[in-house]
């Protein structure tokens, strides 16, 4: 029958855009039928290139993650020129979402030199185009742990400034208001001073859109109490954006049990966080992977998809008992969230911007925030148009607890971009 092929051809045509944008309100995430999302996502980067182009690859991983249960990938890094449309499609059609990184390894705002300027916004704008018309786009992350010490705090305006000018090209070229963020490290001294500054100063145009933590404190076994969870949780309550671990999954001493998303989606933190992206799809040396293509090799072993001992595409088999453990608990777990016509956001609350401690956080008050192309001087001047309530509060850190993060692999934070960083580098 022709009309079964044709309905057959729409679908399939039609389903790359039949998930429901995502938007937010308040600190929290809603579909367009007004019901609240939650993540439950995924880290997904296989090598240090763009895992969004190779359609079979997707295909099979999207299949897994379906069974997983997740609704959620989040990508490290992409390629802004390469075409994303089957990916996407696949993504979408497993009832997906992606969270992408606008920064790439040679445009990231560096830590101890930081600056902002044209080449980067242009760059960061790309990879935003490129990605903009895709219905499953959850969000933008403006940098991944471009803080990973104490003493890198100097370079919080700078994450301002980018996520000021970014959300301004996205409002300027008329684009869905996809919510533009940070991905932070969870840094004891600088807790809760980033994710108050982030948000601070009165004016939404210079503030994060949501603030994402990557965080490992809590290893199984352990409670909500002793986890240091219920710090966290402290200083995100009635947080003025949706908050979510962008990072998470402590892995020693293993096995992984996953028992933080019963926390995370239970009683205590369900009305302030928006869920999280569990660390990571792939297994590496570093022990955090979900599934895994192959069995490990020698690192010096070569061959086609395979890099640093390990088998990077293929046909994805579950890391046991991880992936069934999370598997057992997602599906357990479905929060209901408030329904957006019931939601009516007034009791958020905005905190000061914070004053420089001397355990390491640097910015005192709400600083003019850099313009493109300025570098940083070893200074900031105070803002001019200060509001006398946006001063500075005295924050302190609201815990002590911080495992040292773990050492992350080819997918992740900054220290293992150092790392590939150094290699392509001596590549060249
Ligand atoms: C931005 O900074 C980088 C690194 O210093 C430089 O290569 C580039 O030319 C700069 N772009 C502009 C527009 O000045
Ligand atoms: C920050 O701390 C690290 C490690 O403790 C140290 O190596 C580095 O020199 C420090 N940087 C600054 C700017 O003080």
């Known amino acids: 029958m022709k009309l079964s092929w044709l309905s057959v051809a729409l679908l399939g045509a039609g389903a790359a855009n039949a998930l429901d944008v995502i ?87 560096l830590p101890n030199d930081p600056w902002w300027n044209q080449t980067q916004h242009d760059r960061y704008a790309e990879v935003m185009d490129a990605f903009i018309d895709f219905n499953n786009v959850l969000g933008f992350f403006i940098g991944n742990e471009i ?18 000018d970014m959300k301004a090209y996205r ?35 210079d503030n994060v859109d949501f603030f994402a933590l990557n965080s ?89 998809n395979i890099e640093g001992g390990f088998t990077r595409a293929g046909t994805p088999q579950p890391v046991t008992p991880d992936f069934e453990n999370l598997r ?12 957006s016509s019931d939601y009516t956001p007034t009791d958020l609350s905005t905190r000061a911007c914070p004053t420089s401690t001397k355990d390491g956080w640097l910015i005192n008050g709400n600083v003019a925030l850099p313009t493109v192309g300025e570098t940083f001087q070893g200074t900031f001047t105070p803002t001019p148009t200060a509001n006398p309530s946006d001063t500075g509060s005295a924050a302190s850190p609201s815990s002590t607890k911080n495992p040292a993060p773990p050492n992350k692999e080819i997918a992740g934070m900054s220290i293992g971009l150092v790392g590939v960083m150094l290699i392509f580098t001596l590549w060249l």
């Open 23 to 109: 938007s937010v309100k308040g600190n929290k995430f809603f579909d367009s039928k007004g019901k609240q999302f939650f993540m439950k996502g995924v880290a997904y980067q296989l090598t240090p290139a763009d895992p969004l182009v190779d359609a079979e690859q997707c295909s099979r991983d999207a299949t897994l993650m379906k069974t997983l249960g997740a609704n959620t990938i989040r990508v490290y890094h992409v390629d802004p020129k390469a075409d994303h449309s089957k990916c996407m499609a696949t993504f979408a059609d497993a009832g997906i979402y992606t969270l992408i990184d606008l920064d790439t390894f040679d445009t990231y705002i």
């Open 147 to 164: 803080i990973a010490m104490a003493n890198q705090s100097q370079v919080a305006p700078f994450i301002k400034s980018a996520t000021r």
């Open 171 to 205: 409002d300027k070229k008329g684009y869905r208001k996809v919510p533009i963020g940070y991905s932070a490290a969870d840094i004891a001294e600088l807790r809760p001073m980033l994710q108050d500054y982030l948000t601070c100063g009165g004016r939404e145009a």
């Open 216 to 304: 490992y404190e809590w290893c199984d076994k352990t409670t909500y109490a002793v986890s240091g969870y219920a710090n966290l949780q402290k200083t995100a309550e009635n947080f003025p954006v949706p908050i979510f671990f962008s990072e998470t999954g402590c892995n020693v001493p293993g096995p992984r049990l996953f028992d933080d998303q019963e926390a995370i989606f239970g009683p205590e933190m369900v009305n302030d966080w928006s869920g999280s992206i569990v660390y990571e799809w792939i297994e590496e040396a570093n022990h955090y992977g979900l599934i895994s293509y192959g069995p490990k090799v020698e690192p010096t072993v070569t061959g086609k």
């Open 328 to 339: 057992s608990k997602w599906a357990t777990i479905t929060p209901k969230g408030v329904a």
